[in-house]
C-alpha cells in the first residue's frame, strides 16, 4: 500500500519550497540510494538514518536520529517529495522528485549531489553527479544546467563561465542564498586574480588595504562561522542522543 502526497499538493513551477538541512539530506539519500543502490530501495527509517549519517558524500557530516529523519520525511511529504510504502513489516520511503519538479534521471543525479554536498562547482558537480548517471564531460553538465537554472531549481553563486563557477540547489531560505552568493563570488574572484599572469604592473604595484584585505577578513570570518555552526550541530546531536538515550532508560 503507498500512501500519496497529501490532497491539494500543486508542484511548484517558478518558487520552490525552503527545504531545511534534514530535509535536503533525506531528500538528497532517498534520489542517491534509489539509483545506486535500488536493492534497498524504497527506505527504512534506520537505512535512511545511516545513510544521512554517513561520511563519505556528505557534507556536512551530520548526526540525525530516527526522529530527525522521520520529521524531516513528513515535512517533505506536506511538500508532496516524499510518500510511505506500507504493506510489509517494516514501512518504508520513497521521493516523488521526479513527478513534483518534473526531472529527468540525469537532473534528479545533479540535483542530489547539490542536496548532498551544498555549493559546488561545475567541474566537482560533474564527477560527483557521474557516479549515479553519466555525463560526458562540462558541456554536458551545463546542458543540464541550463533549464535547470531557467526553472530556479539550480542557482548560480557566481557568474557562469568563470574559473571556478560555483553553483547550489534552489531551495536555500533568501537570506541563505545571499550568504552563499557574498562568499562564493569572494573566492571565485581570488581565483582568477591568482590565475592572473603576473605583469610588471602587477609586480610593482604595493599592497594597498581595501576591499581585497576586507574581502580576505569576511572570508575568515565566514570560515570560523562555519565552524561554530559545525560544532554546534555536533553538540546538539549529541544532546539529542542524549535525551533519547534517558527517554529509553525511563521506559517514555
Not at 559546488?120 to 560533474?126: N, P, S
Request: charge should be negative; glycine fraction near 6%; charged fraction near 25%.
Amino acid at each position: 500500500m503507498t500512501t500519496l502526497p497529501e490532497a491539494g499538493y500543486e508542484p511548484a513551477t517558478t518558487a520552490w519550497p525552503v527545504l531545511d538541512m534534514d530535509e535536503r539530506r533525506v531528500l538528497g539519500v532517498l534520489a542517491e540510494k534509489g539509483k545506486t543502490t535500488p536493492d534497498v530501495y524504497p527506505m527504512s527509517i534506520n537505512a535512511l538514518v545511516a545513510g544521512c549519517n554517513q561520511k563519505s558524500n556528505r557534507d556536512p557530516v551530520m548526526n540525525l536520529t530516527d526522529a530527525d529523519v522521520e520529521t524531516a520525511l513528513v515535512k517533505a511529504q506536506k511538500k508532496g517529495l516524499t510518500f510511505k510504502v506500507t504493506g510489509g513489516r517494516v514501512i518504508r520511503w520513497r521521493h516523488a522528485l521526479y513527478e513534483a519538479w518534473q526531472l529527468n534521471k540525469v537532473e534528479l543525479a545533479v540535483l542530489a549531489e547539490l542536496l548532498l554536498r551544498g555549493p559546488q562547482t561545475e567541474g566537482e558537480l560533474r564527477a560527483r553527479a557521474n557516479r549515479m548517471d553519466p555525463i560526458e564531460d562540462l558541456d554536458g553538465l551545463r546542458s543540464v544546467l541550463r533549464p535547470l537554472a531557467e526553472r530556479r531549481l539550480v542557482v548560480y553563486l557566481s557568474p557562469e563561465g568563470k574559473r571556478g563557477t560555483v553553483l547550489t540547489h534552489g531551495f536555500h531560505a533568501p537570506e541563505e542564498l545571499q550568504h552563499l552568493r557574498v562568499e562564493h563570488v569572494g573566492r571565485v574572484a581570488i581565483i582568477e586574480e591568482e590565475s592572473l599572469p603576473v605583469t610588471p604592473d602587477r609586480a610593482a604595484a604595493p599592497d594597498q588595504p581595501g576591499w581585497e584585505a576586507r574581502l580576505a577578513e569576511v572570508l575568515a570570518e565566514i570560515a570560523a562561522l562555519r565552524t561554530m555552526v559545525t560544532a554546534l550541530q555536533a553538540d546538539l546531536a549529541t544532546v539529542r542522543e542524549q535525551v533519547r538515550s534517558l527517554r529509553e532508560a525511563l521506559g517514555m
